[in-house]
């Protein structure tokens, strides 16, 4: 089986929910307030490892409590750890996240997570096969992006790019990645344009998220829309990082590229019923009912 290999950030997320979002200068009461592990890599491996198998992280936490909990929170939920480890001279990555009128703003203070080097990614990414699969993001530095996304185009990996939060991607990047994952506010700031255009720019290589409108990619021809699933929102923090790591464990599983993103579509809509960014993300027994290839 394809091996699953997620490079990217781990925190842990502070979240308060309100009836509104504070205007400048302004203090509000709360709803609610709750800690969660998070970090766009974390989230996108957990999504994987509850859909697929043979999912590991690459990452760093800071050698505090929160990286215990990271780590731990990691292995329960059988993400393999083996390159994982601690920094000692900084704290662990955290996110700082804003629930209101069914959506979300996000702080995010990488810490720990700018460790994630070129020379640190290179010693794992050795162990990897031909064919294996490499989920990054963009919440690590940008030269290690660049860096892991050239090893996978010279040793035959299978590279995905989901570009959040949105930074500038190099055409180099662009070039050599397999798939890249934009939302359309994301798409729209990296090719300027409209999205049809953009799509038959990079054929079979862009994938822009719609939300619960599905998923749109170019197969050559023409652009082709993968419907999406309409769900009771409580929280739409993990929707975009369940959406790649499903994809990913579609790749594994060798579907179609329709039928990756239907699959990946389907559970990133059961994502945004649960509180927190791992709170829905959904397992194979929860999407079975639906989910017919």
């Not at 940008?142 to 990996?157: I, P």
Request: glycine share 10%; aromatic share 6%; proline share 4%.
């Amino acid at each position: 089986m394809k091996k699953i290999t997620v490079i990217g950030s781990m925190s842990i997320d502070l979240v308060v929910s309100a009836s509104k979002r504070p205007g400048k200068g302004e203090t509000i009461l709360g709803d609610d307030f709750f800690t969660t592990p998070g970090g766009k890599g974390a989230n996108q491996a957990v999504a994987a490892a509850r859909l697929g198998d043979n999912v590991h992280m690459i990452g760093r936490v800071g050698d505090d409590d929160f990286g215990k909990e990271i780590y731990e929170n990691l292995q329960k939920n059988h993400v393999i750890v083996d390159g994982v480890e601690p920094v000692t001279q900084m704290p662990s990555g955290t996110a700082h996240i804003t629930l209101s009128e069914q959506d979300n703003s996000i702080i995010v203070v990488p810490s720990a997570n700018n460790e994630v080097t070129p020379d640190y990614v290179k010693k794992h990414l050795e162990a990897l096969s031909e064919g294996d699969i490499v989920l990054l993001q963009q919440e690590i530095p940008s030269e290690t992006v660049e860096f892991a996304v050239k090893y996978c185009s010279e040793h035959g990996l299978i590279s995905i790019l989901n570009p959040a939060p949105y930074r500038e991607v190099s055409n180099t990047v662009i070039e050599k990645v397999d798939y890249l994952t934009p939302n359309e506010t994301e798409s729209d700031e990296m090719f300027k344009g409209e999205l049809d255009e953009a799509l038959a720019a990079y054929p079979m290589k862009l994938i822009v998220t719609l939300g619960d409108k599905g998923a749109a990619y170019h197969n050559g021809k023409e652009k082709v829309q993968v419907p999406g699933y309409k769900r009771e929102v409580k929280d739409t923090t993990g929707a975009g990082d369940t959406f790649n790591g499903a994809f990913a464990v579609a790749l594994q599983k060798e579907y179609s590229l329709d039928q990756a993103l239907a699959f990946a579509n389907l559970a990133a809509s059961h994502s945004v019923t649960g509180l927190g960014a791992q709170g829905g993300m959904p397992t194979l027994q929860d999407i079975e009912g639906e989910w017919h290839v």
